[in-house]
T-cell receptor, first 114, second 110 residues
Framework: GAGVSQSPRYKVAKRGQDVALRCDPI?????LFWYQQALGQGPEFLTY????????KSGLPSDRFFAERPEGSVSTLKIQRTQQEDSAVYLC????????????FGQGTRLTVV | RKEVEQDPGPFNVPEGATVAFNCTYS??????FFWYRQDCRKEPKLLMS???SGNEDGRFTAQLNRASQYISLLIRDSKLSDSATYLC???????????FGAGTRLTVKP
């Protein structure tokens, strides 16, 4: 497809379980972002890649969160030992790497930790 | 203090009303600015960019005040279909490093 694709759309994890969330950006988009969106809140920045380089990971809430984009295309956000407070929608966005261009979002992965 | 701040609302207005949203940002080096719209349980989508001189797209007008680090969105003649959350977005640098406000929720009622 032509848009940003995220999988799975929904994930239920038991507390303590590890999860991996996948993002397929739009082909040719250099920049890739991960955001966490809690219910009723705006998207909170987690991390940002330009190609395979992770330029900013200051938004990752703890060392249980890890993101990678090894070939500069598909990205994976991994959460280890999930906690209930990790329950949120995880949004991925991609864009061209210039300041004035639109970012396109995937539909998100809704993670529920029980 | 958050880097991008918005009044969360909610704003409840009748059809045909004019409504304005404000947003402030703290990083004076921010390069570009946008308003995104997010419908319930959907992903955010670009509504419009915000240019230094101000810009208009139909019923929507966006303005930027760099000196005060302030962005606004004005919606005229509001429609039921305008009901959504409006997100202020700021690019911190030339690499499209985007930061979002928490969003302002708008409900337009008949």
């Amino acid at each position: 497809g032509a848009g940003v694709s995220q999988s799975p759309r929904y994930k239920v994890a038991k507390r303590g379980q590890d999860v991996a969330l996948r993002c397929d950006p739009i082909s040719g988009h250099v920049s890739l972002f991960w955001y966490q969106q809690a219910l009723g809140q705006g998207p909170e920045f987690l991390t940002y890649f330009q190609n395979e380089a992770q330029l900013d990971k200051s938004g990752l809430p703890s060392d249980r969160f890890f993101a990678e984009r090894p070939e500069g295309s598909v990205s994976t956000l991994k959460i280890q030992r999930t906690q209930q407070e990790d329950s949120a929608v995880y949004l991925c966005a991609s864009s061209l790497a210039t300041a004035y261009t639109e970012a396109f979002f995937g539909q998100g992965t809704r993670l529920t930790v029980v | 203090r958050k880097e991008v701040e918005q009044d969360p609302g909610p704003f409840n207005v009748p059809e045909g009303a004019t409504v304005a949203f404000n947003c402030t940002y703290s990083n004076s080096a921010s390069q570009s600015f946008f308003w995104y719209r997010q419908d319930c349980r959907k992903e955010p989508k670009l509504l419009m960019s915000v240019y230094s001189s101000g810009n208009e797209d139909g019923r929507f007008t966006a303005q930027l005040n760099r000196a005060s680090q302030y962005i606004s969105l004005l919606i005229r003649d509001s429609k039921l279909s305008d009901s959504a959350t409006y997100l202020c977005v700021v690019n911190r640098d030339n690499n499209n490093d985007m930061r979002f406000g928490a969003g302002t929720r708008l409900t337009v009622k008949p």
